[in-house]
């Protein structure tokens, strides 16, 4: 990452060492590192408390780093918040909106605190909200108040989107939705920072991305390039009258892992293409159908769920060698 961070000079946000503490001296981000290219799609993730919305607070300009530094479009975002602010497009998690206003008084009020705002039925067809622009903000319903958050964060045309948990609260339609307009807003040159609880939506939507645990980044690429250090699966049923010694050597084969359960056999590697060849060849040979096979990389959620479980193994064996240091 660091290389990359290094190479590239159209980087829109770039955060070098970054560290955020608070009132007490509690650190919630420790020396975190990471850039995103103009146009690009970055996804930050992380358990509860990882530290995500520290992070995205400094980027937005809402405060300032303990340590290291931020620049959002080259500029430092508190200090030079007249430069920034203009330019990027903020989601709050509430719009905190007097919810007696109707939809369209909102985002009038909203566009008169923004430099070169939409016109307000623009920013209110471009999240599917057109038709509700007389409904008062309090008869709207969660999904509806998610949009109308989104809409304001448009308003300003932003060079810049930062969207913290987009779509919590929406149905599956509602963030499919939602999926789409990031998509389209991305593909007409917008550069967006994404915090999300659902790993689905940073892998089908994030260029790149970073998973924090205690206020360090753990991981970070692609996703193919995160999933990628987490061992594939290949699973099938064993065909009647075989048992799991009767499969080629796993090792040989390049399985890494095996479980099995009734007749199920899983098998983990890191190699699938070959294992999957090699395996079919040997079914093929033996005549032998292997139902219910199903063959696939690691998804985003387990190598999350992998990254998590190894973090927390990797404190553990930090308290044994203290303990045994003490
Ligand atoms: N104002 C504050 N004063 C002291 N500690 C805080 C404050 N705000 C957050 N923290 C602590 O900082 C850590 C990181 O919090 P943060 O909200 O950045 O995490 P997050 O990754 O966004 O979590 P979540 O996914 O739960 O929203 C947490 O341990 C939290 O309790």
């Known amino acids: ?7 590239r000079d159209d980087h829109v946000i770039e955060v070098t ?3 955020r503490a608070y009132k007490g001296g509690f650190e919630a981000v420790r020396g975190i590192s990471f850039a995103v290219g103009r146009g690009e799609l970055f996804a930050l993730l992380g358990t509860n408390g990882a530290g995500k919305t520290s992070t995205v607070e400094v980027l937005e300009g809402l405060a300032k780093p303990s340590g290291g530094q931020v620049r959002v479009l080259g500029h430092d975002p508190y200090s030079r918040r007249d430069r920034v602010r203009p330019r990027i497009g903020v989601m709050l998690q509430e ?3 007097p919810s007696e206003l109707t939809v369209a008084e909102a985002v009038r009020m909203w566009a008169g605190c923004t430099s070169n705002a939409r016109p307000t039925g623009e920013a209110l067809e471009l999240v599917g909200l057109g038709k509700r622009s007389g409904v008062r903000v309090k008869q ?10 989104l809409a304001l964060a448009l308003l300003g045309r932003p060079e810049v989107l930062f969207l913290d948990e987009p779509t919590t ?9 939602t999926w789409e307009l990031v998509r389209a807003l991305r593909a007409s040159g917008t550069t967006v920072l994404l915090t999300t609880h659902y790993l689905e939506e940073a892998e089908s939507l994030a260029d790149r991305l970073a ?3 205690e206020g360090r980044l753990a991981v970070s690429g692609t996703p193919a390039e995160v999933t990628a250090t987490q061992p594939s699966q290949i699973t099938f049923e064993l065909p009647d009258g075989y048992h799991v010694g009767d499969l080629p050597p796993l090792g040989a084969l390049g399985v890494t892992a095996h479980e099995t359960a009734g007749r ?6 890191d190699e699938l293409q070959g294992v999957a060849t090699r395996l079919l060849l040997w079914a093929q040979e033996a005549r032998v159908e292997l139902r219910g096979l199903d063959v696939r990389s690691a998804s985003l959620e387990e190598a999350f769920l992998q990254i998590a479980r190894d973090i927390k193994a990797g404190d553990a064996q930090d308290v044994r060698q203290k303990e045994t240091v003490a």
Do not use: N
């Open 1 to 7: 990452m660091a290389a990359t961070f290094q190479e």
């Open 17 to 19: 060492e970054l560290r």
């Open 95 to 97: 719009g905190g909106f």
């Open 140 to 149: 709207l319903s969660g999904g509806e108040k998610r949009r109308l958050d």
């Open 169 to 177: 609260g929406l149905d599956a339609e509602g963030r499919v939705e």
């Open 211 to 213: 998973i924090m645990h």
């Open 264 to 269: 199920t056999v899983k098998l983990r590697t």
